[in-house]
């Protein structure tokens, strides 16, 4: 029987990508097209699809969000106790996936993950909305849990705990950066031949760009 998704497709036509498009610099780049995201109103721009790997080489995905970008890496911001923080203890490999339906565009990064410097977790964490400072605290991420109800009065009690008082960084929680040595820039094209040009890492240090084939 043929599946009622198997019709569902849109032919991409918005934009071409050339290698004269190209910044020299995969970190360049992506700033580019998260800036061209913002200024379109994509809905959630930072949004991205982060996957790690456990023991077994099961690999595990969720969406979370980035929060910068620097000279060498993407950062983002976790529960180091959670499912992800402990596959990073064990193997401290990522992959992320950023993809702007509008813009018909996805970005792969490949790479090594490392904790920021405490105190760069200390200045984002002081930055957060109160509230989610108090939620950090208060979920043991990744746990199980016996009910709702027990999270929020647990976030209650944590309210009355720092009622009046600074809000400080769980020890439990804080920063990654994913250090990439491969990204990939995706850009929609008609009859299914997009344009891919992978940025790579090779032996001297210096950023390889190649065309890789739809």
Known sequence: MKSKFADIRNDYNRH??????????????????LDEALETGQAEPTAMSLASVDVTGQPSQRVVLMKGITDRGITFFTNYLSRKGAHFQENP????????????????LEGLVEKLPAHESDEYFNNRPRDSQIGAWASPQSERVTSREMLENLFEELTLKFENKKVT????????????????????????????????????????????AP
């Open 16 to 33: 071409a990508l050339t290698r004269d498009h190209l910044k020299p610099l995969p970190l360049l780049q992506l700033r580019k097209w």
């Open 93 to 108: 490999k990522a992959s992320a996936v950023f993809f702007w339906p509008s813009l018909e565009r996805q970005v792969r």
């Open 169 to 212: 960084r769980p020890p439990h929680w804080g920063g990654y950066l994913l250090v990439p040595h491969r990204v990939e820039f995706w850009q929609g094209r008609p009859h299914r031949m997009h344009d891919r040009f992978e940025y790579s890492l090779n032996s001297n240090n210096v950023w390889d760009i190649s065309r890789l």
